[in-house]
């Protein structure tokens, strides 16, 4: 079945260093692609997405491309901040397949800790 | 906030118990899913009922059931339950799909549940 991969955590990093967070995927069809945060305490919600190859999502300074070929969709910031302490999960569903019965699929999360 | 209630936030019991765990979706939305988050398993897709229809099994283990009410409303029932099933337990809703359909789930804050 569809799989997601994330690199394993935890990342700490310094504030205002770069972020990479890896992701690749295995999947059937045509999946689209997302990255969920989920801060301490909270549910998960959306932070980007990208629904074909070579799309870029983007939102609050993060980026990530979808990259068919090499079935990839890492997370990127180019400045991190104390608040973007969270986990962050890569996930995929495939859209084209149609009707009601989708669902989401997710990596197993990657804790990211920014010092000040 | 998402939009998506769960309760009890907090739960804890002993083993071979039963709980319920209520879930409130979106206004509008129709579709109701709900995951399990343990430290080692990551986030696992469990169970998703759209406008009152089971629509997709996950790993849900035999011991679990649910249903989605005609107010749209779901809930999980565990029971028997073991050290093992101690977990958070997520709630997402989404709208219903066809071409305008982004693809996002919008999660409640979950309800955590630990069994002694």
């Known amino acids: 079945g569809d799989s997601v991969t994330q690199m394993e955590g935890p990342v700490t990093l310094s504030e205002e260093a770069f972020l990479t967070i890896n992701c690749t995927y295995t999947a059937t069809g045509y999946p689209s692609l997302f990255w969920y945060v989920q801060y301490p305490g909270e549910g998960l919600q959306l932070l980007l997405k990208a629904t074909k190859a070579d799309d870029k999502g983007s939102n609050k300074g993060f980026e990530a491309t979808y990259r068919k070929e090499t079935t990839s969709f890492h997370l990127e910031k180019g400045s991190v901040q104390v608040s973007d302490s969270a986990v962050y999960f890569c996930a995929l569903t495939d859209l084209n397949s149609g009707g009601s019965n989708y669902k989401l699929t997710f990596g197993k999360g990657t804790l990211l800790t920014v010092n000040p | 906030d998402s939009g998506v209630t769960q309760t009890p936030k907090h739960l804890i019991t002993a083993t071979g118990q039963r709980v319920t765990l209520r879930c409130s979706p979106r206004?509008?939305?129709?579709?109701v899913y709900w995951y399990q988050q343990s430290l080692d398993q990551g986030l696992q897709f469990l169970i998703q009922?759209?406008?009152?229809?089971?629509?997709a099994k996950g790993n849900i283990l035999e011991r679990f059931s649910a249903q989605q009410f005609p107010d749209l409303h779901s809930e999980l029932n565990l029971s028997s339950l073991e050290l093992g099933d101690s977990a958070l337990y997520f709630c997402a809703s989404s709208p219903w799909g066809g071409t305008t359909y982004t693809g996002e789930l919008f999660f409640g804050e979950g309800s955590r549940l630990t069994v002694l």
């Open positions: 009922y759209y406008n009152g229809e089971e629509r």
């Open positions: 206004s509008g939305d129709l579709s």
